[in-house]
C-alpha cells in the first residue's frame, strides 16, 4: 500500500539542499552549462551521503521495510528539489498558470513508497489539456540529470485521457496507475486521473483484474522454476517472493478498494495474527534485498550462494550445532517464503468468498445453483463444491482433529482439488494437532494411507506441508522443513527433496519412468513391502541439520516413528536399514572399482538379502533423482545397474567356480572366432595383444571393434589414433585413445579433457603386450544430435592426440582453459585424504576429497606418478563443488603400499594439490607422451581407470 509521506531528516536535510541549489542558480545564472554540472555535482553528494546513512540504518535496527521507504522518500525530496529547480530557475516558469503545470508521480514498487537501492525509479510525467510551451523541455532536463546520477528511470509522458484509453487494454499500465502516488507539480492533475481510473476502470472490473494477476503470477513462477524452494531463490520474481506480496497488495487495493494493508484485518480479509505474519514477511524480504542490492552495488534479486553467507552474517545470524549461519537463514527466508504462500492461499479463499457474495440476484442464485454442494461418499464431514473438496460446516475439525488427516485422505481417494477455504482452516486449526492426535492409531494409519497411494501420494503430502499439518503432524519433519544445505550439489530444501523423491518412487511403481529407469521399474512390483521403502524414501534425509551423521540419526527417528505409524518390527527394522543405508550404494557404485571382486563381496555383506538390494536401488535412484536437474545422468543408472547385477550374481550364489585363467582364455577364444574373416596371421596376433583384466571386463563387441581400429591404425602407420561413438542413453560420448604407454599417460589424458572443456565420467586403460595402451574415455554428452556430438567427440580426441603428442604443451592449454576463472571462494571444502588396505585384496586405496577445479585429476595423478605409484583405477565422482577421488594403487612391482612413512608423503604431497599451493611436480608435469618419465612402467601392469569429474 501507499506509505505516508513521513520524513527522514536524518538521510537528508531538505532545507540545506533547496538552499544550496538557489545558490547555485544565482552564482551561474549566466552559464547553463556550468548551472547543471554544479547541480548535479551536489545531486550526486547528497544521494550518495542519504544512501549511505540508509544502509547504516539498516544495519542499525535491520528493518527492510523502513529502509526502502528511506530510500523512496530520499528519491522524492531529490525529484521534487529537481522540479522546483527546473521550474524556477531553467524555465524561468515560477509564475505559469496552475492548469498549464505537469505532475510528476511514482508508479510502480516506487508508487508504494518503497524503493531498493538498486531499484528502477518508474517515473509517470502528467500532462494538462493544454501543456505549456515548455513542458516537454523540462521533463528532459530532469530526465538527464537523474540519468547522469546513475538512475535507472523508466518513464511515460502522457495525458489523463491517454492514461485512461491505455490502461483500458494493457493491464501493466492499469496496475502501475493503479500505484500511482503523488511526487509534485498539479495536485489536481493528479487528483482527477485516479478519480476517473476509480470510477472508469476498477469498477466492476475486481474479477477480471484477478484473473489476469493471478495469471502473470502463475507465469512468473513457472518461469523462476515453480517452487519457492530452490536454494538460489529470486527475492523478488520468484515463488513466496516480494513480488508475490505486492500482487496481494494490487489485488487488495483494486477489489477491496482499500488504501492501507490494515484494513484488511477490518474486512475480515486476514486476521490480526495474519496481518501481522503479512508484515513481518514484508519487512523480511525488504531486509534480505536491500542488502543484497547495497552488497553487490547493482539490482541483483537472485540470492546467490556467493553472497549468501554475507548476507545471513549482515542479518545476524549465528553457527549453531549441525547448521551453520548461512544454513540458518535461508531457513528462515524459505519459511517466510511459506508463510508467503499461506497468506495467498487465505487471501483466495477470501476472494472467491467475497465475489460469490458480490454477484448480483440472478447471477448469484444461478451461481449457487450450480456450486451446490454435493456429498461424498462415505463422509458427512466433508462436501464437494464445484470439483474441489470442502468441509460440511466450520466446526469439522473441532469436533473431531483426526479430520485433519481425514481431509486429505479423502481429496486423495476422491481425486477431487482443494477448496482455498477449507485449506484457510486446516491452516487456522492447526494448534489441534496435539500429541494425543500424534499417536492417535487412526490418524497415523490415513497418513501412511496417504504416503502409500498408488495414486498422487507426492501432490497430497504437498498440500499436507504447505497447510502446515505435515510438519505439525511430524514434528522430526517440522524440523527439517525449509532447511536448505549450504552446497551446489543440493538445488531444493530438504523437505522440497523428500517430496520431491516420493514422486519419482511413484512415479517408478506406475511404470511411467521406465525409459530412464528401466531395472527400478522392473523390480518394483518383486518388492514385498512396499509401505516400508515409502516410508524410507519419505525420512531418508529427516534428520539433516543435526551435528551427528544425518544416516545414523535419522535411523533412531524412524525407530520411533516407525511403530506409531503402525509398521510392524520386521518393517521398522527395514526402513531403519534403509536410512541408515541410503548413501551406500551411490558411494559404492561411483566411487569403488566395481571390476575389483572384493568390492561387490564387501557390498553384499551390508546388503545381505535379495528384497533389501532391491529396494535400496530403487531408493539410490529416487534420491539422486530427486536432488535437483541435471544431477542424475545415464551414467550413473549404468555404474549402478553394473553393482546391482554384480552383487545379485554374489548374494544368489551365481558366481562363477570357472578359474579367471580359464575365463579369459575362453574370452580370447571367442574374440578369434569373431574375426573369423581375417587372415589367420592377423587374427593371431591381434587376439594375443590383450592381458586378462581386458578379456575379462570388456565385452566382446567392444573388443571387435577395438581389433578393427588397432589394425586399422597400424596399416595406416598411426602412433596415436582417435575412435568415437556416441551413447544417447548412458548421455555420454565414447572417445577410444590408441597410443604408447606411460606412467603419465591418466595425467596427460585427464589434462587434455580439461583443456578441451570435457567432463569425464569415466576411462578405461590398459595395457597391450606390445607396450601400447588402449584407452577408452567416456565423457557426458552436451548435444541431443548425434552428428553434432560426433563433430564435439573429434575435436575432444584432436586436442588429446595434440597434447600427446607434444605439439600442445599441457600445462598452456589448462591455463587457457582456466584463464579468467578464480577459484570459488563461497565454498570451502575441508581437503581429506584417506589410504586404505582393506578395501582391496590386491591395491592400496587412497580417498581424495576436496574442492573441484579444473585440471586437479591431471595434477593428482601427476603426483601420484611422482611418488612411483600405479594406478590400476581412478574414479573420480563430483557433488557439486566437492570431488571425491579415489585411487587403487600399487608400487611399481604390483604390491600394496604398507610403509607409515610413505603413507604420510603421499597425503601431504596430495593435500598441497588440493590447497592448490606450489608444487614442484606440477612445475615439472610433462608436456605429452613424449616428456621424459620419472619411472619405468612395467607392460605386465594393466591398469584400469573410472573417472567422473
Not at 475439525?397 to 479423502?410: A, E
Not at 565454498?827 to 588396505?837: H, Q
Amino acid at each position: 500500500m501507499t506509505r505516508n509521506d513521513i520524513a527522514f531528516p536524518d538521510i537528508l536535510d531538505v532545507a540545506a539542499l533547496r538552499s544550496k541549489c538557489d545558490f547555485i542558480a544565482s552564482a551561474h545564472a549566466d552559464y547553463p552549462d556550468n548551472m547543471r554540472q554544479a547541480l548535479l555535482a551536489l545531486f550526486k553528494k547528497v544521494n550518495t551521503a542519504g544512501r549511505e546513512r540508509a544502509r547504516e540504518l539498516l544495519f542499525e535496527d535491520g528493518s527492510g521495510l523502513k529502509c526502502a521507504e528511506r530510500i523512496s522518500w530520499l528519491q522524492d525530496q531529490l525529484i521534487r528539489t529537481l522540479h522546483d529547480f527546473v521550474l524556477y530557475h531553467v524555465f524561468n516558469a515560477i509564475h505559469a498558470p496552475l492548469n498549464e503545470r505537469l505532475a510528476v508521480t511514482a508508479v510502480g514498487g516506487y508508487g508504494r513508497g518503497t524503493l531498493a537501492p538498486g531499484s528502477d525509479i518508474d517515473l509517470l510525467f502528467l500532462l494538462p489539456p493544454k501543456p505549456a510551451a515548455w513542458s516537454n523541455a523540462a521533463i528532459e532536463f530532469m530526465l538527464y540529470i537523474l540519468w547522469d546520477l546513475g538512475f535507472k528511470v523508466g518513464h511515460a509522458t502522457r495525458s489523463i485521457d491517454d492514461s485512461i484509453r491505455l490502461s483500458r487494454s494493457d493491464m501493466t499500465i492499469r496496475t502501475a496507475i493503479l500505484e500511482a502516488r503523488y511526487i509534485c507539480g498539479s495536485q489536481s492533475l493528479m487528483d482527477e486521473l485516479m478519480v476517473r481510473f476509480d470510477k472508469e476502470i476498477v469498477r466492476n472490473t475486481g474479477p477480471e483484474f484477478i484473473v489476469a494477476k493471478l495469471a502473470e503470477r502463475d507465469e512468473r513462477h513457472r518461469k523462476a522454476g515453480d517452487t519457492r524452494y530452490l536454494v538460489e531463490p529470486n527475492v523478488k520474481e520468484g515463488k513466496g517472493g516480494l513480488r508475490d506480496l505486492h500482487t496481494l497488495f494490487w489485488i487488495a487495493k483494486y477489489f477491496y478498494r482499500v488504501k492501507d494493508s490494515a484494513d484488511l484485518v477490518k474486512l475480515g480479509v486476514l486476521s490480526r495474527q495474519e496481518y501481522k505474519l503479512f508484515q513481518k514477511s514484508d519487512d523480511f524480504l525488504w531486509a534480505v534485498r536491500c542488502h543484497m542490492h547495497f552488497l553487490t552495488g547493482k539490482a541483483e534479486e537472485r540470492l546467490h550462494f556467493d553472497i549468501q553467507r554475507e548476507i545471513a552474517e549482515a542479518l545476524g545470524y549465528h553457527d549453531h550445532p549441525g547448521l551453520s549461519a548461512v544454513e540458518r537463514f535461508m531457513k528462515h527466508y524459505f519459511l517466510v517464503a511459506k508463510n508467503v504462500g499461506d497468506l495467498t492461499r487465505i487471501f483466495c479463499a477470501a476472494l472467491e468468498e467475497q465475489q460469490a457474495k458480490d454477484a448480483p440476484g440472478l447471477t448469484a442464485v444461478l451461481s449457487r445453483f450450480a456450486k451446490r454442494n454435493r456429498k461424498i461418499a462415505g463422509t458427512i464431514d466433508f462436501v464437494e463444491d464445484g470439483g474441489r473438496i470442502t468441509l460440511a460446516d466450520p466446526q469439522v475439525f473441532k469436533r473431531d482433529p483426526v479430520n485433519l488427516l481425514r481431509f486429505f485422505h479423502v481429496a486423495d481417494i476422491t481425486g477431487l482439488e482443494f477448496h482455498p477455504d477449507a485449506l484457510k482452516q486446516v491452516t487456522r486449526s492447526l494448534r489441534l494437532i496435539t500429541p494425543q492426535l500424534r499417536e492417535d492409531e487412526e490418524a497415523n494409519r490415513l497418513f501412511l494411507s496417504i504416503l502409500t497411494s498408488r495414486r498422487n501420494p507426492e501432490l497430497i503430502l504437498r498440500r499436507m506441508n504447505e497447510a502446515g499439518v505435515l510438519g505439525r503432524f511430524i514434528p522430526e519433519f517440522g524440523k527439517i522443513v525449509s532447511m536448505m544445505q549450504f552446497n551446489m550439489y543440493h538445488h531444493y530444501t530438504v523437505d522440497e527433496h523428500l517430496l520431491r523423491t516420493v514422486s519419482v518412487l511413484s512415479r517408478v511403481e506406475q511404470g511411467k519412468e521406465e525409459e530412464a529407469h528401466p531395472l527400478a521399474v522392473k523390480l518394483m512390483p518383486s518388492i514385498e513391502d512396499r509401505e516400508a521403502l515409502y516410508v524410507a524414501v519419505l525420512l531418508h534425509d529427516i534428520a539433516k541439520g543435526r551435528p551427528e551423521d544425518h544416516s545414523t540419526a535419522g535411523a533412531k527417528v524412524a525407530r520411533k516413528l516407525c511403530p506409531r505409524f503402525g509398521l510392524s518390527q520386521k518393517q521398522t527394522d527395514t526402513v531403519c536399514w534403509l536410512i541408515e543405508e541410503h548413501l551406500t550404494m551411490s558411494m559404492v557404485a561411483q566411487t569403488r572399482d566395481l571390476n575389483d571382486r572384493k568390492t561387490i563381496i564387501d557390498f553384499a555383506e551390508r546388503v545381505q538379502s535379495l528384497d533389501r538390494l532391491k529396494m535400496l536401488l530403487i531408493l539410490t535412484v529416487c534420491d539422486i533423482r530427486a536432488v535437483g536437474p541435471g544431477v542424475w545422468n545415464g551414467w550413473k543408472g549404468q555404474l549402478l545397474r553394473t553393482l546391482y547385477y554384480e552383487t545379485e550374481l554374489l548374494i544368489s550364489g551365481g558366481f562363477s567356480e570357472v578359474s579367471r585363467k580359464d575365463r579369459a582364455k575362453h574370452a580370447s577364444d571367442l574374440l578369434f572366432n569373431a574375426l573369423s574373416d581375417w587372415p589367420q596371421k592377423d587374427r593371431k596376433a591381434y587376439t594375443k595383444l590383450h592381458y586378462q583384466p581386458y578379456l575379462l571386463s570388456v565385452p566382446l563387441e567392444d573388443q571387435i571393434r577395438h581389433a578393427h581400429f588397432i589394425r586399422s591404425a597400424d596399416k595406416a602407420g598411426q602412433t596415436l589414433a582417435t575412435m568415437v561413438r556416441t551413447h544417447s542413453f548412458h548421455a555420454i560420448t565414447e572417445i577410444t585413445i590408441l597410443s604408447p604407454d606411460h606412467p603419465r599417460l591418466l595425467t596427460v589424458i585427464a589434462g587434455a579433457c580439461a583443456a578441451a572443456g570435457a567432463n569425464i565420467v569415466d576411462a578405461q586403460i590398459f595395457t597391450t603386450f606390445d607396450g601400447r595402451a588402449l584407452d577408452t574415455i567416456l565423457v557426458t554428452r552436451e548435444f541431443a544430435d548425434d552428428a553434432d556430438e560426433t563433430r564435439r567427440g573429434g575435436s575432444i580426441g584432436k586436442m588429446i592426440e595434440d597434447v600427446l603428442s607434444g605439439s600442445k604443451r599441457l600445462p598452456e592449454v589448462i591455463a587457457t582453459r582456466t584463464k579468467g576463472r578464480r577459484r570459488s571462494k563461497t565454498f570451502s571444502v575441508a581437503p581429506a585424504v584417506i589410504i586404505s588396505n582393506t578395501l582391496s585384496n590386491k591395491f592400496t586405496v587412497i580417498e581424495v576429497e576436496c574442492l573441484d577445479r579444473p585440471g586437479l585429476l591431471s595434477e593428482m595423478t601427476a603426483v601420484l606418478s611422482d611418488l612411483s605409484l600405479d594406478i590400476a583405477s581412478a574414479h573420480i565422482t563430483t557433488f557439486g563443488e566437492k570431488v571425491i577421488d579415489t585411487f587403487y594403487v600399487t608400487d611399481l612391482v604390483g604390491q600394496k603400499i604398507t610403509n607409515e612413512n610413505r603413507h604420510g608423503n603421499i597425503v601431504a604431497r596430495l593435500k598441497a594439490v588440493m590447497a592448490d599451493e606450489a608444487d614442484e611436480v606440477r612445475d615439472r608435469m610433462p608436456s605429452g607422451i613424449i616428456a621424459p618419465s620419472v619411472t619405468t612402467r612395467s607392460i605386465n601392469a594393466p591398469k584400469k581407470a573410472k573417472a567422473e569429474t
